[in-house]
């Protein structure tokens, strides 16, 4: 069965600031992979998603994810991080049976 | 085009009462999605439909809860009685199917989610 980590609860940020949230994934073959944003009262947003080809991905909002299989992560990325990307991130995984596994979710604060 | 609707948005109960959840997916999206999300958790999936007919409801805790889609639109999720452990948020969610036609996920949108309260 597939899993998902996302190694910090919680991260602050500076407006300005460069942002990476970690995700690390456990799956046998070759995985589906999604980050989610979640604003309060809102319902999860597809950011972007990996499924094969180019393992830079970019994705809406300005973010952008790396697949590296070697160390099984698909981190997130925003180079430039504004006061409404405050919100909860949730990375997935998808496997063969097309069923979706989430991460616990990593908090972002942005501090002016 | 709106998006999946979900109500209530809030709800409190005791314990031992019944509760159902109702949830509208976008128009055409024949895949509907119940997920559960407790709190600090991702969303974990309860059932996904098919249109009217239940293909996954594995994680689906069938004596207390029950999900219908009678025409295949609409679905609504019950628990009955719900136990101080139901609180959590209760996400649906839709897509045009399950995979596309190159065998890729398709995109599922999600409601904003009915947070119970059980006291």
């Known amino acids: 069965a597939q899993s998902v980590t996302q190694p910090d609860i919680h991260i602050t940020v500076s407006e300005g600031a460069s942002l990476e949230l970690r995700c690390n994934y456990s799956?046998?073959?070759?995985?589906?992979l999604f980050w989610y944003v979640q604003s309060p009262g809102q319902g999860l947003q597809l950011l972007l998603k990996?499924?094969?080809?180019?393992?830079l991905v970019q994705g809406i909002k300005g973010f952008e994810a790396e697949f590296k299989r070697s160390q099984s992560s698909f981190n997130l990325r925003k180079p430039s991080v504004h006061w409404s990307d405050a919100a909860e991130y949730f990375c997935?995984?998808?496997?063969?049976?097309?069923?979706?596994?989430f991460g616990a979710g990593t908090t972002v604060t942005v501090r002016a | 085009e709106a998006g999946v609707v979900q109500s209530p948005r809030y709800k409190i109960i005791e314990k031992k009462q019944p509760v159902a959840f109702w949830c509208n997916p976008i128009?055409?999206?024949?895949?509907l999605y119940w997920y559960l999300q407790n709190l600090g958790q991702g969303p974990e999936l309860l059932i996904r439909?098919?249109?009217?007919?239940?293909?996954?409801d594995s994680q689906l805790p069938k004596d207390r809860f029950s999900a219908e889609r009678l025409k295949g639109v609409d679905s609504t999720l019950k628990i009955q009685p719900a136990e101080l452990g139901d609180s959590a948020v209760y996400l649906c969610?839709?897509?045009?199917?399950?995979?596309?036609?190159?065998?890729?996920?398709?995109?599922?949108?999600f409601g904003p989610g009915t947070r119970l309260t059980v006291l």
């Open positions: 128009s055409g999206h024949n895949t």
């Open positions: 990996y499924f094969s080809g180019d393992t």
């Open positions: 799956y046998g073959a070759t995985p589906y």
């Open positions: 439909y098919e249109n009217e007919e239940a293909v996954d």
């Open positions: 997935a995984v998808g496997s063969n049976d097309y069923k979706l596994s």
């Open positions: 969610a839709s897509s045009l199917g399950w995979v596309t036609t190159t065998g890729d996920y398709n995109e599922q949108f």
